[in-house]
Structure formats: structure tokens, C-alpha cells
């Protein structure tokens, strides 16, 4: 019959003898994970790109997105023209307690102001901590790798190879054009000397 309180006794045996021991395992804490390079974790804004359109907070369906603006006035650039306004960003905060990372709002800015951070150590002890504003996401921002680079044999980007080819356009007619210039200036020069 067996004695009762002896599986107890295994089991705290067990446990006695595993707590003394190294683990086997790398775990996070004292190890860092290695991370794939477009990793998502917290959402970084890169707030020169931001125009306040508010697209983000309006596609966002956890409406976890805090946008507050103002109107700017802007002075006319050039004399007789007219004064414009802009959108100023007063406020552009994230509660990270209710985001669910679906990703929706970097997909919908056309200005590429939202990215994905690789940053994943964010924990809080108080729920209300989770909200983070501007100045938070910014640093975030400059967690993010770089694109990888393109595949040697893919095909150029069409903006790419259209702003190229206009590119090289323009220094091929201001060559042609310096030529021009270079040749008929000799030919100034030698009818000042005749007269």
C-alpha cells in the first residue's frame, strides 16, 4: 500500500533537484531573441511625414488612435498670392492596450508616417501607461531596419526608372546645352579681335 504523501515527496524532490541546476534552454531574459528583420511590434510615427488627414484614426477598427490639430495660417510665398492654412499636429497618441496590430492604419497612410517597430519590450504595470504618445512613438521610429535591398535581377521600380530616365534627360540637355554655349563663345572672341 503505498504511503500517502509520498508523490508529494517525489514530486518536491524533483523540483529541489531541477532548481539547482543551469537551464538547458536560452530564455528571453537573459538571452535576447533574434528577431526576423521586418519583425511587428509597436507602431513608430515619423511625424514630418504626418499631414493630420486622420485616415489612420478613421480606418483604425479598435479606434485606438488620438489625433488633435489645429488650423495654421501660412503666409502668401510670393507677393500678391494668397495666405494658406495647414494642418498642425498637436497630439497623435496610440493605447496600445486596446490595439490588436492588424496593421490597417500604416496600410492606409499615404504619406508613410506609420511604420512597424521591431520594439516589443513595452510592458507596463498599469493598463493606463499603455497609451503612448508623440514623443514615445518617435523613438520608436528610429528602431526601424531599413527596406531590404531589391533582388539584383528584379525589374526597377516604375517611379524609380521614370524619375531616373528624366533625370538623365535633363543632365544630357544642360550638357548639350554647356557644349553650346562652350563653342560659340570662341567664335565671340575671335570677332571681337577683327574689329
Known amino acids: 500500500m503505498p504511503i500517502p504523501g509520498s508523490g508529494l515527496a517525489k514530486g ?21 531573441p533574434e528577431l526576423p ?4 511590434g509597436v507602431i513608430g510615427l ?10 489612420c484614426a478613421r480606418e483604425c477598427p479598435d479606434w485606438c488612435i488620438y489625433i488633435d490639430s489645429h488650423k495654421e495660417t501660412v503666409p502668401a510665398a510670393a507677393p500678391g498670392g494668397r495666405e494658406r492654412s495647414r494642418n498642425v499636429l498637436d497630439r497623435f497618441a496610440i493605447d496600445f492596450s486596446l490595439c490588436m ?3 490597417i492604419c500604416i496600410e ?19 493598463i493606463h501607461e499603455l497609451t503612448h504618445e508623440r514623443d514615445k512613438l518617435r523613438e520608436w521610429m528610429w528602431t526601424v ?14 517611379e524609380i526608372a521614370a524619375a531616373r530616365k528624366a533625370a538623365e534627360k535633363a543632365a544630357a540637355q ?6 553650346e554655349a562652350r563653342t560659340a563663345a570662341p567664335d565671340e572672341d575671335r570677332k571681337g579681335e577683327r574689329q
Open 12 to 32: 518536491l524532490a524533483v523540483t529541489l533537484r531541477t532548481m539547482t541546476k543551469r537551464t538547458v534552454t536560452a530564455q528571453y531574459p537573459d538571452t535576447q
Open 37 to 40: 528583420p521586418r519583425t511587428r
Open 46 to 55: 515619423f511625424e514630418e511625414n504626418c499631414t493630420v488627414c486622420m485616415l
Open 101 to 103: 496590430y492588424c496593421g
Open 108 to 126: 492606409v497612410c499615404p504619406f508613410d508616417a506609420l511604420f512597424w517597430s521591431p520594439e516589443f519590450e513595452y510592458a507596463e504595470t498599469d
Open 145 to 158: 531596419p531599413e527596406p531590404p535591398a531589391l533582388d539584383p535581377g528584379a525589374e526597377e521600380p516604375k
Open 174 to 179: 544642360a550638357a548639350a546645352e554647356a557644349e
